[in-house]
């Protein structure tokens, strides 16, 4: 279907999220912000055409413009779990780079294929968490000293099973439980699309606002599904989130990459 006849029936379906019993608009959606964070579901640089393209991956990551970036399925999921992007180049056209990890295989790229990049600042502790599932899954959590002070970001992607994904959220809140009080970013594919009382999420609340300006990403030729999210703890460290829809993005993967504007150096005043 062109891509000019979809938007009626987006928006459609961003009016039906609008409407879900529980979802809360960023109603500012205020612009600016001083830190752009990203992410995007790589799916292992196979695009919705079924063409294995990096280099094209790396240009729709070019095109978000980010300063803070997580990536799902960098690596191949089986054998030699080999990762599947040149961080040279990337780092090249983008000026990000790759978070040191321990990663599954020497050839590897990510964490059960989550990776985080960054342009500028300093890391100062990594946690490497497996996440419960009979998939393998794990969560990136990477504390930053930025610009702005500390901030704590998390990387992950969730199960394809609403138990496992319950588990999940569970892991990371106890661990988040026993961490300092710092600004927290949670970014990543969550296989989630309910925003109200059955989601698997629930459990973040009341530290992350789940049901916060949820948008479709998925799959990328026709957005329906809110796959992907972006919170944060304070809530308010959020202006404004979009899902990044352009013709390069919607043929380089089956998801498209979210991204939002955020205020870390407000997050002092906040806490």
């Known amino acids: 279907m062109p891509y000019l006849k979809q938007k009626p029936f987006r928006k459609g379906i961003e009016e039906v999220i609008r409407n ?13 912000g001083d830190t752009v964070i990203a992410s995007y579901n790589i799916h292992k640089c196979v695009g919705s055409d079924k063409i294995f393209d990096p280099i094209r991956t790396i240009n729709v990551i070019t095109e978000l413009n980010a300063d803070i970036l997580a990536l799902q399925e960098i690596d191949k999921r089986f054998g030699k779990r080999t990762g599947l992007l040149d961080l040279d180049k990337l780092k090249k056209k983008t000026g990000l780079v790759r ?16 990776a985080l990049f ?14 419960p599932s009979i998939e393998g899954r794990g969560a990136l959590i990477v504390e930053l000293k930025l610009h702005s002070g500390r901030s704590r970001i998390i990387a992950t992607h969730f199960s394809l099973l609403h138990r496992s994904r319950t588990q999940q959220a569970a892991a990371i809140l106890s661990f988040l439980r026993e961490r300092p009080d710092i600004p927290t970013i949670m970014v990543g594919d969550f296989n989630e699309w309910r925003i109200g009382k059955n989601s698997s999420l629930r459990i973040f609340m009341p530290f992350f606002d789940i049901v916060m300006d949820t948008k479709p990403s998925f799959p990328s030729r026709f957005p329906i599904f809110a796959l992907d999210r972006i919170f944060s703890y304070p809530h308010e460290l959020i202006n404004s989130i979009e899902i990044h829809d352009s013709p390069l993005s919607r043929a380089a993967s089956d998801h498209l990459p979210i991204k939002a504007h955020i205020n870390l150096l ?6």
Request: aromatic content about 10%.
């Open 20 to 32: 879900w019993r529980g979802h809360q608009p960023l109603s500012a959606n205020r612009e600016g």
């Open 118 to 131: 960054f342009r500028k600042g300093d890391v100062y502790n990594v946690h490497q968490i497996q996440l």
């Open 99 to 114: 978070i040191p990890i321990d990663t599954i295989s020497p050839r590897g790229q990510g964490w059960y294929g989550n």
């Open 266 to 271: 407000d997050a002092k005043n906040i806490l």
